[in-house]
C-alpha cells in the first residue's frame, strides 16, 4: 500500500529579469493506493503528477508531507528553516538523500519505475540491460541468464536479446523498459507515461500486454498519463491533478467489469465526465488561483 | 599417445587457431580503420601531387635545396640515422618518457575526474585548484622542474604528465558530470548503489569525453615530450632535432617532425580503434 500524506513540494525559478520567485508544484496532495490496484493519475501537462511520481518513487525529496510505502518512509522531507537546510546538506555531505549506499546495491522499497522516454541503458544490450538489473536485487549469477531470457519472452522481445537499444524500436524499447521492470518482481510498479513517445498502433498492443501481465501478477501500478482513453480503459480508479498549484481535483471509480471494449458505453460515459470535469477547471481557472 | 591426449591437443590448438585468427581479424580492422583513411583513393589524389610537388620543386631549383630537403633525401637521411645515429634506441627512450607520462597521467586523472563529476562536495573542495593551476602553460613548468627534479627521467615524465594531466581530468569531469539524471535515476529506482552508479552508468556515459580528452592528452604530452627532450637529455626525438638544428641538417630535422607526425596519428588511430570497440552501442545511432 503506498500513502502520501499533504505532500507538498516548492521549486524557487529564477525569472528572465533575475528575480527569484517561488513555484508550487504541488500543493498538499493527499492519496492512498491499494495493494494489487491499478491507479491513473490524469493531468494535462505540467500540473505536478510526474513530480509526485518521482516523489513516490524517492527520487524527489518532498518540500513537505510524507510517502509511506508499507509502512515504511520513503524519504524525510526537506527542511524548512536555513539552518535545518545547512545540517542536511551537512548530512548528506558523501551520499544524498536518494542514493541507497556507496556500495551495496539494495533497493530502499519494492518499487520499479518505468519512465517516458524508457531510459534503459544505451550502452548494454537487451539481455545486458535485464541481467543488471537481477543483479541489483541480488539474483544468484547463475539463474540470471534464465531469468533475464523469461522476462524477454514475457514481453516479447525474443530475438532481439542482443541488439542495443539504438537498434530498437521505440516501442521495442519500451518493452524493453517493462521487462527490466517486471525482471526485479517489484510489488509496485510506477509508469511515468510510458506510452506517450509511441504510436497509436503499438500503443494500443503495449496497453492489453500492460494488462495482461497486471492480472497475471497483481501488482499495484500507478500510472501517470495525459491520455484520458487510456487512464478510463486501463484503471480501477482516476486520480485526476489540475494545475497552478498541482492538487488532486477529483478521484473517479472506474468499476468496469473486466475485460473491457474500448468503445463500450459505460467507458464513453466516464470519459465524457471527466473532460467535463477538466473543461470546466480551465473555464473557471481564475477561481482557483489566489 | 592416448586418445584423450589428442582430443586435448587437438582442442588446444583450435583454441590456439582461433585466438590467433581474432587476432589476425582485429589487426586488419584497425589497419583498415586507420591506414585506410590515408590510403583512400580520395586523399591519394591530393597526397601523391603534393609529394610529387615536393620532391621536383627543390630538385628544380625553384627553392633551394638545402633549405627544402626533397622526400627522397629524407628517406636515404632516414635510413642513413637508423644505421649510424642509432635511431631506435633514441625512440625507444622517447617512447619509454612518454608512456610513464602518459600513464601517471591517466591513472591519477581519471579517478580525480570520475570523484569530481561524481559528488559536489569534492568538486567544490578540488576544481577551483584544478581550474587555477590548469592555465598555466605546461612550458611554463619547465624551469621550476629542472631546478627541482634536476636534468633526467624525472624530469621529463613530470612535463609529460603535465601535458596529459589537465585534458583527462576536464573531460573526464565534464563527461561524469553531465551523465543523463534520467540513466541514474532509473538505476537508482532498481537499488544500485553508488558504486555501481560509477561503474555501471556513469563511466559508460562519459566514454565519449573521457576518450576525446586521452586524444587532447597524446596531442599535448607529444609538445611536452619534444620540450623536455629538448631542454634535458641526450637522447629521444627531441633530443635529435635539437642536434640536427646545432649542425644545419635540415634533413635530419624533417624526418625527426614526421617521425613525431606520425607517432602522434598513429596513437590517435589507436584510441580511435579503442573507442570504436567499447562504444559499440554508439554505432546504430
Given at each position: 500500500m503506498i500513502e502520501a500524506r499533504r505532500i507538498s513540494k516548492f521549486f524557487s525559478v529564477v525569472n528572465d529579469d533575475r528575480t527569484a520567485e517561488g513555484f508550487t508544484a504541488l500543493n498538499s496532495v493527499s492519496l492512498r493506493i491499494e495493494s494489487g490496484s491499478f491507479v491513473s493519475l490524469l493531468?494535462?501537462?505540467?500540473?505536478?503528477?510526474?513530480?509526485?511520481?518521482?516523489?513516490?518513487?524517492?527520487?524527489?525529496?518532498?518540500?513537505?508531507?510524507?510517502?509511506?510505502?508499507?509502512?515504511?518512509?520513503?524519504?524525510?522531507?526537506?527542511?524548512?528553516?536555513?539552518?535545518?537546510?545547512?545540517?542536511?546538506?551537512?548530512?548528506?555531505?558523501?551520499l544524498s538523500p536518494i542514493a541507497n549506499s556507496l556500495f551495496r546495491d539494495n533497493p530502499k522499497h519494492d518499487i520499479a519505475m518505468i519512465f517516458q522516454d524508457y531510459a534503459v541503458f544505451p550502452w548494454m544490450t537487451a539481455r545486458q540491460n535485464v541481467l543488471f538489473t537481477l543483479k541489483l536485487r541480488g539474483v544468484q549469477k547463475s539463474e540470471r541468464e534464465g531469468a533475464a531470457a523469461h522476462y524477454l519472452r514475457l514481453v516479447?522481445?525474443?530475438?532481439?536479446?542482443?541488439k542495443y537499444p539504438s537498434q530498437l524500436s521505440g516501442g521495442m524499447r519500451q518493452r524493453l523498459a517493462l521487462a527490466r521492470a517486471l525482471s526485479v518482481e517489484p510489488r509496485i510498479i510506477l509508469m511515468d507515461e510510458p506510452f506517450a513517445a509511441v504510436d497509436a498502433l503499438t500503443r494500443e498492443r503495449?496497453?492489453?500486454?500492460?494488462?495482461?501481465?497486471?492480472?497475471?501478477?497483481?501488482?499495484?501500478?500507478?500510472?501517470?498519463?495525459?491520455?484520458?482513453?487510456?487512464?478510463?480503459?486501463?484503471?480501477?480508479?482516476?486520480?485526476?491533478?489540475?494545475?497552478?498549484?498541482g492538487s488532486i481535483r477529483n478521484k473517479v471509480t472506474v468499476d468496469i467489469p473486466r475485460p473491457r471494449r474500448r468503445s463500450s458505453r459505460e467507458i464513453r460515459v466516464i470519459k465524457e465526465r471527466l473532460l467535463a470535469m477538466y473543461r470546466f477547471d480551465t473555464v473557471h481557472e481564475s477561481d482557483y488561483s489566489i | 599417445m592416448s586418445v584423450d591426449s589428442i582430443i586435448r591437443d587437438s582442442a588446444t590448438s583450435r583454441r590456439g587457431l582461433r585466438w590467433w585468427n581474432l587476432l589476425v581479424r582485429e589487426l586488419e580492422v584497425f589497419i583498415r580503420a586507420s591506414f585506410g583513411s590515408v590510403f583512400s583513393r580520395e586523399f591519394l589524389t591530393v597526397l601523391i601531387p603534393l609529394l610529387i610537388l615536393w620532391e621536383l620543386l627543390p630538385r628544380a631549383g625553384i627553392v633551394p635545396q638545402t633549405l627544402v630537403p626533397p622526400p627522397s633525401a629524407v628517406i636515404t637521411t632516414f635510413r642513413d640515422m637508423v644505421v649510424d645515429l642509432n635511431m631506435l634506441e633514441h625512440l625507444k627512450s622517447s617512447a619509454i618518457r612518454f608512456g610513464a607520462g602518459f600513464l601517471l597521467a591517466l591513472v591519477t586523472a581519471f579517478p580525480i575526474g570520475v570523484l569530481m563529476g561524481w559528488n559536489l562536495f569534492i568538486r567544490k573542495h578540488?576544481?577551483?585548484?584544478?581550474?587555477?593551476?590548469?592555465?598555466?602553460?605546461?612550458?611554463?613548468?619547465?624551469?621550476?622542474?629542472?631546478?627541482?627534479?634536476?636534468?633526467?627521467?624525472p624530469m621529463q615524465i613530470f612535463l609529460i604528465f603535465l601535458g596529459v594531466f589537465y585534458p583527462i581530468l576536464f573531460n573526464t569531469y565534464q563527461g561524469i558530470k553531465e551523465t543523463d539524471p534520467r540513466y541514474l535515476a532509473s538505476a537508482r529506482v532498481f537499488g544500485a548503489s553508488e558504486f555501481t552508479l560509477i561503474t555501471r552508468v556513469y563511466i559508460w556515459h562519459a566514454l565519449g569525453s573521457v576518450i576525446m580528452g586521452i586524444k587532447i592528452g597524446i596531442a599535448l604530452g607529444l609538445i611536452m615530450l619534444v620540450i623536455a627532450e629538448m631542454y634535458g637529455g641526450r637522447s629521444g626525438l627531441g633530443w635529435l632535432l635539437l642536434e640536427a638544428k646545432e649542425y644545419f641538417q635540415i634533413d635530419r630535422m624533417v624526418v625527426c617532425m614526421v617521425l613525431l607526425g606520425f607517432i602522434g596519428w598513429f596513437l590517435i588511430e589507436i584510441m580511435k580503434y579503442i573507442e570504436l570497440k567499447l562504444a559499440v552501442w554508439r554505432i546504430g545511432r
Amino acid at each position: 500500500m503506498i500513502e502520501a500524506r499533504r505532500i507538498s513540494k516548492f521549486f524557487s525559478v529564477v525569472n528572465d529579469d533575475r528575480t527569484a520567485e517561488g513555484f508550487t508544484a504541488l500543493n498538499s496532495v493527499s492519496l492512498r493506493i491499494e495493494s494489487g490496484s491499478f491507479v491513473s493519475l490524469l493531468g494535462p501537462s505540467g500540473c505536478g503528477k510526474s513530480t509526485f511520481l518521482e516523489i513516490l518513487a524517492g527520487l524527489q525529496a518532498p518540500s513537505d508531507g510524507q510517502v509511506w510505502i508499507d509502512d515504511k518512509l520513503v524519504l524525510e522531507p526537506l527542511p524548512a528553516t536555513r539552518k535545518d537546510m545547512e545540517e542536511y546538506r551537512k548530512k548528506y555531505r558523501f551520499l544524498s538523500p536518494i542514493a541507497n549506499s556507496l556500495f551495496r546495491d539494495n533497493p530502499k522499497h519494492d518499487i520499479a519505475m518505468i519512465f517516458q522516454d524508457y531510459a534503459v541503458f544505451p550502452w548494454m544490450t537487451a539481455r545486458q540491460n535485464v541481467l543488471f538489473t537481477l543483479k541489483l536485487r541480488g539474483v544468484q549469477k547463475s539463474e540470471r541468464e534464465g531469468a533475464a531470457a523469461h522476462y524477454l519472452r514475457l514481453v516479447g522481445l525474443t530475438g532481439s536479446e542482443n541488439k542495443y537499444p539504438s537498434q530498437l524500436s521505440g516501442g521495442m524499447r519500451q518493452r524493453l523498459a517493462l521487462a527490466r521492470a517486471l525482471s526485479v518482481e517489484p510489488r509496485i510498479i510506477l509508469m511515468d507515461e510510458p506510452f506517450a513517445a509511441v504510436d497509436a498502433l503499438t500503443r494500443e498492443r503495449l496497453q492489453e500486454d500492460l494488462l495482461r501481465l497486471w492480472q497475471e501478477t497483481k501488482k499495484t501500478i500507478v500510472l501517470v498519463t495525459h491520455d484520458v482513453d487510456e487512464a478510463v480503459y486501463l484503471s480501477d480508479e482516476v486520480v485526476v491533478f489540475s494545475p497552478l498549484p498541482g492538487s488532486i481535483r477529483n478521484k473517479v471509480t472506474v468499476d468496469i467489469p473486466r475485460p473491457r471494449r474500448r468503445s463500450s458505453r459505460e467507458i464513453r460515459v466516464i470519459k465524457e465526465r471527466l473532460l467535463a470535469m477538466y473543461r470546466f477547471d480551465t473555464v473557471h481557472e481564475s477561481d482557483y488561483s489566489i | 599417445m592416448s586418445v584423450d591426449s589428442i582430443i586435448r591437443d587437438s582442442a588446444t590448438s583450435r583454441r590456439g587457431l582461433r585466438w590467433w585468427n581474432l587476432l589476425v581479424r582485429e589487426l586488419e580492422v584497425f589497419i583498415r580503420a586507420s591506414f585506410g583513411s590515408v590510403f583512400s583513393r580520395e586523399f591519394l589524389t591530393v597526397l601523391i601531387p603534393l609529394l610529387i610537388l615536393w620532391e621536383l620543386l627543390p630538385r628544380a631549383g625553384i627553392v633551394p635545396q638545402t633549405l627544402v630537403p626533397p622526400p627522397s633525401a629524407v628517406i636515404t637521411t632516414f635510413r642513413d640515422m637508423v644505421v649510424d645515429l642509432n635511431m631506435l634506441e633514441h625512440l625507444k627512450s622517447s617512447a619509454i618518457r612518454f608512456g610513464a607520462g602518459f600513464l601517471l597521467a591517466l591513472v591519477t586523472a581519471f579517478p580525480i575526474g570520475v570523484l569530481m563529476g561524481w559528488n559536489l562536495f569534492i568538486r567544490k573542495h578540488c576544481l577551483p585548484l584544478f581550474q587555477i593551476l590548469a592555465p598555466v602553460p605546461p612550458p611554463a613548468w619547465v624551469p621550476i622542474t629542472i631546478i627541482l627534479f634536476g636534468v633526467g627521467l624525472p624530469m621529463q615524465i613530470f612535463l609529460i604528465f603535465l601535458g596529459v594531466f589537465y585534458p583527462i581530468l576536464f573531460n573526464t569531469y565534464q563527461g561524469i558530470k553531465e551523465t543523463d539524471p534520467r540513466y541514474l535515476a532509473s538505476a537508482r529506482v532498481f537499488g544500485a548503489s553508488e558504486f555501481t552508479l560509477i561503474t555501471r552508468v556513469y563511466i559508460w556515459h562519459a566514454l565519449g569525453s573521457v576518450i576525446m580528452g586521452i586524444k587532447i592528452g597524446i596531442a599535448l604530452g607529444l609538445i611536452m615530450l619534444v620540450i623536455a627532450e629538448m631542454y634535458g637529455g641526450r637522447s629521444g626525438l627531441g633530443w635529435l632535432l635539437l642536434e640536427a638544428k646545432e649542425y644545419f641538417q635540415i634533413d635530419r630535422m624533417v624526418v625527426c617532425m614526421v617521425l613525431l607526425g606520425f607517432i602522434g596519428w598513429f596513437l590517435i588511430e589507436i584510441m580511435k580503434y579503442i573507442e570504436l570497440k567499447l562504444a559499440v552501442w554508439r554505432i546504430g545511432r
